[in-house]
């Protein structure tokens, strides 16, 4: 085993956060500005820290109680690795580190970003992008830091082997899914009851514009962003980031058990991904533009970094795949380059779909003129039409990246070893698309504070100039966000995927622990012993009996997709109630505080941010325990067979809702912008009126449903590793 | 061969037929009314009948090309049964027959419907009703038909043996696929864009109340009730009804290939069919009601017909398969129980989600407080909620069906024996499930009749009592338009599931005749020689690789999903444009025509058909080559493995799909008839126009895209058995 191109982990993941720091206290050394603004962002501070303890608080218990069941099936059953139970609180805890890290560095910068706006617009840029650098850098540097660390730890400790030591770090991941669950159900439920209520009550009843000081709900508002959009999204990234990685290890483990290359196949995908954190670094400092840039320059310098960060890590995995001294590390590479094209063409196709320079968005728009009736109708159709070119990347980039890995070998495309070899193809492919999280989700992370920084403008009623240029940043940010989305529900099908084909080996594992620990011998219902330490894939897709003609397995395929519609049902219902308790609130604050609407008064945002605080704490837990549930009782009821195809179903049907909801919901939010902007009548004409109402309805449909389904088709497969000993051990079916 | 009991089935064709025809002439017999009212009717009667010469016309040219295709596949290139191109034919040629006399009678009835509310609601509800009931007996009775001279026919000429007869049959139901296809999607487009385009410049532009005959869209709106709702429906359950049938008989063919049962087990499916018709016969004779009669009253009549035949068929089918002395009777007959009752559990749950009785939508209609954008998010919430129900009953269905067709032998449940025997359980369950078809699809029939009922006695102007009780007569259809569309789209998920299990069969068939004109033989990667003649279905699975760790089945399943969104996608948009198009045409007329809106001035009616019969014919085309083509792409890239998961992709993604989208149509409207019964503010109210909102956008989702979705998943199963030859000849991977 050669360690010495391993410890570029370890040094990549300090580096990133060496860099997180630098640039944090760089943005905090610049001036928050006038005293009115520190006010607003010390309000939006307090909201975003208030609630993000409350939070932890509800999921610290969580926590605790599966460490104890862990434990109990650990110790106690032996049907879990013992392991499990410590590395599973470190996932969680580094997560909701980077998320806390992250709001903390997004609130501070908000009103520095607008601050530095009045000087000029690359100021303003510069610091909010670096700050969402932040973000992006400490995701990847605490995610590679988990791993390197259990990796040597494993590795020191461990006796059984590398197979042992990915599968027992796959788990893990356990903790890092539970967390971003909370981070995203709950973030998105507060930061659309949020934004649904104030602009429902402030633009559309009492026709004050976006962000008003007047409107009691908007501190409560631009917390949202940060909580839902910063956070939110960071705990995703950060678990699909662990969980391919981590499953692509295990992947390799088994692909290459002999030979003598297995080692340098669990560190690849490692190596990958620490070399995409130097240039994801590289591309950061890229980013810049000059003063009265336009929209398309400020794109432009954004897709300048991106971009020379993809084409780097491109060229560079070549270059360490065939230091490394892989098997087939030419096909591998190529493997890696499907995922990152597919995530740019995900990226591209959203921005076609999303953006009002195209013609979706454009019709959308033009709906607006038969009322909000057509709009809502002619939405939903483009986002369900929308789901095509994702998905047909996402399938060509499975293909494509497992055919890599086995050199077009398609005769034999399906023996035991090339299923092996496939699969690890498409698990490589998921990190190479993730391998650009680190400036990715920087461009992400800005958004949010572009967009605070206008609210705060707005509040502490800057001079317009300042408003306008941070108009353009926001703008810039909403054209980021999306094309963000459809990377992170890209990067989260192919982690899904890779997980799935891990779920295997975990079974494979659990069989083992489970026959050296008195289990009788497993046999075929001819009465033949079925050995699970030295059977093939196939052998065990056979034992299991994991074929299309299986009931278990079409049942299991119908419940995943309706686990995707329920989870997404109970989501936007949870919205829909939020919302409507801060709609009344902010109708009494209207009716009852004497001045309000005048602005002689000033409004109770305090009580608009506990509403969203707890309705969130209290409609996240339902479809949370959802997420856990399902997977366990259909294992209970139907077995290995009904779980892979629970896991499937799930899978297929959420990433195309997740793409659907998330597409539509950007659609109608530029459609509106689009009238805004003078189209159709523009602001307050009855088409913008229209528009609103699609808008609204896409709050939920983006930045709530849409995105949860990315961890929910993570986390159900998670839940089943996890519990891989359990089902095992009593299933009825 | 015993034959004896089989002639039960061509004589409940008969009968069917027989009292189709005497229904008709009564109603026939029944006076029209006042002249104005044959006005109306003759104007609906025209615009409908227009409608389908267009619309058969397309078909027709479609139905040329196709017989061509399927000739030269057949009798060129030897990859398709010989039978097959002209049978395809009947089988179009009995769906449109049947759709056309449906239509006809229902245009026939509603002027007498309203003239007989005139004297009492008994007579309104008779006349409705029995001739929906003709159009229920039309389609079982055509059925049957077809069904029995075919297998009449080819038990005389075809000398290879039933396993052969039953798989050419199923193959005849692609045309009647294709027919409900273009019925289900141009009617559902025609319906809506009439609907909507009505709706949104009537009542939510110019305050004039539903079926005004000053709104020039008012003719076509009605007209659009009879094509969608009686004809398309018509055309859906036409296709389940033959589809489950044939499959189940293809399915027992095989499973009963020895032991002498063989022929029993064939017509066993058609007997149980042949008794539902005499008893749903009977149910239709029980529906009657009495002056005074509220809501509940006639709901009960409409629940005393439809439950007492599904008992009576429950009761009856133990009886029939015993005297049929097939084997394992007793369980097979509990498998046609548990679809019996899958169906009426749907049906309950849909009016638990849809009608305002229940919680889920009075709360929808409790959201239109807080604007339209609510009523929205809380409809779409609920309607994703509400697919938990049916895919859980669907689910246990399949498992109990199965089970009870083995004995509960869980342990050898996956014996090559077994899971042939487990399919045509739940092949039978589909059966059964749909054997009270008559009475059913009579009730459902009997919905667009009361409607153009009320609107024939708005536009004439009748008495106000009298639009009381066709309104009362409406609000019922309603009812059972929502539980006959759980109906639909839950026997459409059991066929399209039986015949997902024959196309392994067809595969079979197809890979035989392949090797008896010269193919070489079929070889494993090893070198070993695959039998397709005496194979089991697991050494299917196996030498096709159909378990989920293949890539190629994975592409599948997401492809599957993508086709359900991308087809419910454009038919949305379809129907967008073509409501966009209708209400500038609407508007035009208010603009252009001097007191039009005074009702001094009759409306251009004429023009507004023309729109809707346009729109449906350019928009059905380009939806519906998708359902053809993907299952045929799929097959020459991806081969049998891909095409499977993408028949059980698009059928768990396409259920749960429609289900949602149906369901939250649903709510939406009866959320808009709640309020308009004066809750939350009444007609008028702001709340109303919150409501009229979400009921525009839940018009397409529940009578165009929801329901189309049942033909996609079987049509794509369809296509799949009736290209087999193409798909095995010519697979790319």
Redesign the interface.
């Known amino acids: 085993m050669d360690w010495s191109l391993f410890w570029l982990v370890p040094v990549a993941s300090l580096i990133a956060l060496g860099f997180a720091l630098y640039f944090f206290r760089k943005m905090k050394g610049a001036d928050e500005g006038t005293s009115e603004m520190k006010r607003i962002a010390q309000a939006v501070r307090e909201g975003a820290g208030s609630y993000l303890r409350q939070q932890y608080k509800v999921v610290g218990y969580v926590f605790l109680v599966l460490f104890i069941l862990f434990a109990i099936m650990a110790y106690v059953f032996h049907i879990q690795n013992s392991w499990v139970p410590v590395a599973f609180l470190t996932g969680g805890f580094f997560s909701g580190l980077a998320g806390f890290l992250g709001m903390k560095t997004a609130t501070y910068a908000s009103a520095r970003t607008a601050n530095a706006a009045r000087k000029s617009m690359d100021a303003g840029l510069k610091i909010a992008f670096r700050s969402g650098a932040v973000m992006g850098l400490v995701v990847v540097g605490f995610g590679l830091l988990d791993i390197s660390l259990w990796f040597i730890i494993l590795n020191r400790f461990d006796p059984d082997g590398l197979i042992s030591i990915t599968t027992t770090m796959l788990t893990f991941g356990m903790g890092a899914s539970m967390q971003a669950l909370f981070a995203r159900v709950g973030g998105g439920i507060y930061t659309k009851a949020a934004d ?1 209520g104030a602009d ?1 009550v402030g633009k ?1 009843e009492a026709d004050i514009p976006e962000d008003d000081p007047r409107n009691p709900a908007t501190i409560a508002d631009n917390v949202g962003d940060n909580v839902g959009d910063v956070a939110g999204m960071g705990a995703d990234l950060y678990e699909s980031y662990c969980g391919s990685i981590l499953s692509t290890a295990a992947l390799g483990a088994v692909a290459f058990a002999a030979g003598g290359m297995q080692f340098k196949a669990v560190i690849a995908p490692m190596l990958i991904a620490a070399t995409g954190v130097f240039l994801s670094l590289f591309g950061i400092f890229l980013v810049r533009t000059k003063e009265g840039a336009t929209m398309k320059d400020l794109l432009h310098s954004l897709g300048v970094g991106t971009n020379v960060s993809a084409i780097l890590i491109a060229v560079a995995t070549f270059g360490i795949l065939y230091a490394l001294g892989l098997e087939n590390w030419l096909g591998l590479s190529f493997s890696v380059i499907t995922g990152l094209a597919a995530g740019v063409i995900i990226g591209q196709a959203t921005e076609y779909y999303t953006s009002h320079s195209y013609r979706p968005t454009q019709a959308i728009a033009k ?1 607006s ?6 709009v ?3 939405g ?9 070119i994702p ?2 990347t ?2 060509v980039a ?2 494509l990246s ?1 055919l890599c890995a086995i050199h077009f070998n ?6 035991a070893h090339n ?1 092996q070899m ?2 690890y193809g ?1 698990g490589i492919a998921a990190v190479g698309m993730l391998s650009t999280l680190g400036i990715t989700l920087a461009t992400d992370a800005y958004g949010p504070i572009a967009d605070n920084a206008g609210g705060n403008a707005e509040m502490s009623q800057l001079e317009p100039y300042v408003r306008q240029r941070t108009d353009a940043l926001d703008a810039l940010g909403n054209t980021t966000a999306a094309t963000g989305k459809g990377f992170a529900i890209g990067s989260a099908a192919l982690t899904a ?1 890779a997980l ?2 891990s779920y ?1 080996e975990e079974i494979k594992i659990a069989m083992v622990r489970a026959l050296k620990h008195g289990h009788e011998a497993y046999t075929y ?1 001819t009465g033949e012993v079925f050995d699970p330490s030295s059977a093939t ?2 052998q065990f ?2 034992f299991f ?11 299991g ?6 686990a ?3 989870f ?6 949870a ?2 109630r939020a ?2 308790s801060m ?1 009344e609130e902010v109708r009494r604050q209207f009716r009852t505080i004497a001045g309000i609407l005048e602005g002689k008064a000033i409004p109770d945002y305090k009580r608009c941010v506990e509403i969203s605080t707890r309705a969130a704490q209290r409609e996240m837990i339902i479809p949370s325990l959802l997420a856990i549930i399902i997977p366990i009782i259909v294992g209970i009821i139907l077995g290995v067979s009904g779980v ?2 629970l896991l ?2 799930g899978l ?2 959420g ?3 997740a793409v ?1 909801m998330s597409n539509a919901g950007g659609a109608w939010d530029n459609a509106k912008k689009m009238v805004e902007e003078g189209n159709f009548g523009g602001k307050g004409s009855a088409c913008h009126k229209a528009t ?2 699609g808008d ?2 896409g709050d ?1 449909f983006k930045d709530t449903s849409g995105p949860s389904l990315n961890i929910l088709i993570k986390l159900m497969s998670m839940v089943s590793i996890v519990m891989a000993g359990l089902i095992l051990s009593c299933t009825l ?1």
Request: charged share 5%; glycine share 10%; hydrophobic share 60%.
């Open positions: 649904v429902i559309v709906a003129e038969t009322g909000s009736a057509t809502i109708i002619k939903i159709g483009t986002g369900m039409i929308s789901t095509c998905v047909a996402i399938s499975i293909l497992y398609v005769a034999e495309m399906m023996s299923i496939g699969l498409i995927l799935l084909a295997i219902v894939m196939p897709m056979d009996q994991v074929n299309l003609m299986n009931p278990k397995v079409l049942i395929v119908f419940l995943g997709a309706m995707a519609f329920l997404c049902g109970l989501t936007m219902g919205v829909g919302a409507q709609v892979l195809g499937v179903g297929a049907a990433f195309t809702l659907f609103i109402v609204t309805v939920p079916l």
